[in-house]
């Protein structure tokens, strides 16, 4: 019987994973002077069971441009490390208001709001002093902690997530009010594309380039990864969408059907299921086509690619 590109990807996940989950459990372990209860609520998220995409994604760009892993390794960790911390914080109440989060209890439901908070806190600048002084040389240490500051920051991740927020709150008094027609629908697709291109887009994206720059990659390649990461970054979220929708919630992890609860705007809820997954499948499809100049080394990010849409969580 024939593999599936989901099995493809998880052999080739399955060599890197175990050096992830390490370095990060080495990253945090409780040091002097770190409360004890802060220590286990950081490490309760941060290795929580996950996927891993994006500390996977710095190092399979580094391999594709003829890096090396260790090399890498620093970077991925600090990028798991914002992904985590913006998983806590927008879990909260004021926020997405989770109680479910990769199959266990959220992190505030379980250490309370302000450890929680402080934890994600912790995580944030944790990431930045790994990349300071782990990732070698230090110009390259410098130009990660930049890259990877802009896309956390006001105009991508967190600008992502509070125009996700206002945009919530917006959709939720238009329901009701009738099917969007075409030119509305055009400028709801075109806003909730923005949307994700910063709350989600960014990190898929940063984490490529901190992978491309801890190898050393030239102009062409760093080009072919943006493009790359800016197609692979909208179909995740359109993926994560449709499980919204259809998923299980036990495989999920979390919650399914809050998006709808909510009165969120979603690419289903814009385009249906059927076009959602056409679309995730396109761009996935355009993405794989990117990677074909980068040659056999690049052959793991079009498995990755190619994972996002076939998941099931």
């Not at 609520?41 to 391999?63: D, Q, T, W």
């Not at 909730?192 to 380039?209: C, D, Q």
């Amino acid at each position: 019987m024939a593999r599936s590109q989901t099995d493809s990807f998880e052999q080739l996940a399955a060599e890197l994973r175990p050096q992830i989950e390490a370095a990060l459990e080495r990253y945090t372990r409780p040091a002097a002077g770190c409360p004890a209860g802060l220590a286990e609520s950081m490490r309760y998220s941060l290795l929580a069971p996950g996927k891993r995409l994006r500390p996977l994604l710095v190092l399979m760009a580094a391999e594709a441009c003829g890096g090396k892993v260790g090399e890498a390794m620093p970077a991925a960790c600090a990028v798991e490390m914002i992904h985590c911390y913006s998983l806590i914080h927008d879990d909260l109440p004021a926020m997405d208001d989770d109680d479910l989060r990769r199959g266990r209890p959220t992190n505030h439901k379980v250490y309370g709001e302000a450890l929680a908070i402080l934890a994600g806190d912790a995580l944030l600048t944790r990431a930045f002093e790994i990349l300071a002084r782990d990732v070698r040389p230090p110009q390259v240490a410098a130009a990660c902690c930049a890259a990877l500051g802009q896309a956390a920051g006001a105009c991508e991740l967190v600008g992502g997530q509070a125009d996700d927020i206002l945009g919530e709150k917006g959709h939720a008094k238009q329901n009701g009010a009738g099917r969007p027609g075409p030119a509305s629908t055009e400028a709801m697709l075109a806003s909730l594309e923005a949307i994700h291109r910063r709350k989600t887009g960014s990190i898929f994206l940063v984490s490529l380039r901190l992978g491309a720059l801890t190898a050393g990659a030239d102009a062409m390649q760093m080009r072919l990864l943006d493009e790359y990461g800016e197609r692979l970054g909208l179909a995740f979220q359109i993926a994560d969408d449709l499980l919204d929708v259809q998923g299980n919630e036990g495989a999920v992890g979390k919650r399914v059907g809050k998006d709808a609860d909510r009165g969120k705007l979603t690419f289903p809820g814009l385009l249906g299921a059927d076009e959602s997954q056409r679309r995730a499948e396109r761009l996935v499809a355009e993405a794989c086509e990117l990677l074909v100049a980068l040659g056999p080394p690049a052959e793991p990010l079009a498995a990755l690619a190619r994972y996002v849409v076939e998941r099931d969580r």
